[in-house]
T-cell receptor, first 113, second 113 residues
Framework: DQQVKQNSPSLSVQEGRISILNCDYT??????FLWYKKYPAEGPTFLIS?????DKNEDGRFTVFLNKSAKHLSLHIVPSQPGDSAVYFC????????????FGTGTRLQVTL | DTEVTQTPKHLVMGMTNKKSLKCEQH?????MYWYKQKAKKPPELMFV???????INESVPSRFSPECPNSSLLNLHLHALQPEDSALYLC????????????FGSGTQLSVL
């Protein structure tokens, strides 16, 4: 049972345009969400996070939006750059317990010139 | 220093071999993790150590044996593995086990023949 889903396995976006990566979750106990970025042959790198008490968090070119009623979050990258090409994992956790992150299946983003 | 260092980067072993994966961090983090990732799948939690004590074992077979000799080191001892255990093994650390922001190593790509 996949509690965190990323339904788009891949996404191609032109440099300078907006990239939107989506993530859905089913467990209503999740209250903290993270995005990780992974390059080949490297471990995942933390990108941005959001608590369920917020609906938006912004850090430079990266913005995460959370829609709790829809159990949906999205990562916006504006403007997209070739160096953003990587696999992006959404992760969710129920805070107050040991950090058992549940990861989504990942979306491979390709930013083209 | 925000690095989690894993050795070796690659490992090929037979089903009768005994080998160990090593992980080291010097960020003063008190929680350390082992994750397993198969191709095109999300990372899956195996073990969590909190203050050098095993706090979570996600029903991992006993052929995987974790060890935390001190707060900076985490080992994963492997014995009598099966070919289906071939995967990328990721180590991670966080400030403590209630902190969701994990720092990952680059992983050990394990092949079991």
């Amino acid at each position: 049972d996949q509690q965190v889903k990323q339904n788009s396995p891949s996404l191609s976006v032109q440099e300078g345009r907006i990239s939107i990566l989506n993530c859905d979750y089913t467990n209503s106990m999740f209250d903290y969400f993270l995005w990780y970025k992974k390059y080949p042959a490297e471990g995942p790198t933390f990108l941005i996070s959001i608590s369920s008490i917020k609906d938006k968090n912004e850090d430079g070119r990266f913005t995460v939006f959370l829609n709790k009623s829809a159990k949906h979050l999205s990562l916006h990258i504006v403007p997209s750059q070739p160096g953003d090409s990587a696999v992006y994992f959404c992760a969710a956790v129920s805070t107050g317990t040991a950090s058992k992150l549940t990861f989504g299946t990942g979306t491979r983003l390709q930013v083209t010139l | 220093d925000t690095e989690v260092t894993q050795t070796p980067k690659h490992l090929v072993m037979g089903m009768t071999n005994k080998k160990s994966l090593k992980c080291e961090q010097h960020m003063g983090h008190r929680a350390m993790y082992w994750y397993k990732q198969k191709a095109k799948k999300p990372p899956e939690l195996m073990f969590v150590y909190s203050y050098e004590k095993l706090s979570i074992n996600e029903s991992v077979p006993s052929r995987f044996s974790p060890e935390c000799p001190n707060s900076s080191l985490l080992n994963l001892h492997l014995h009598a593995l099966q070919p289906e255990d071939s995967a990328l093994y990721l180590c991670a650390s966080s400030r403590d086990s209630l902190n969701e922001k994990l720092f990952f190593g680059s992983g050990t790509q394990l092949s079991v023949l």
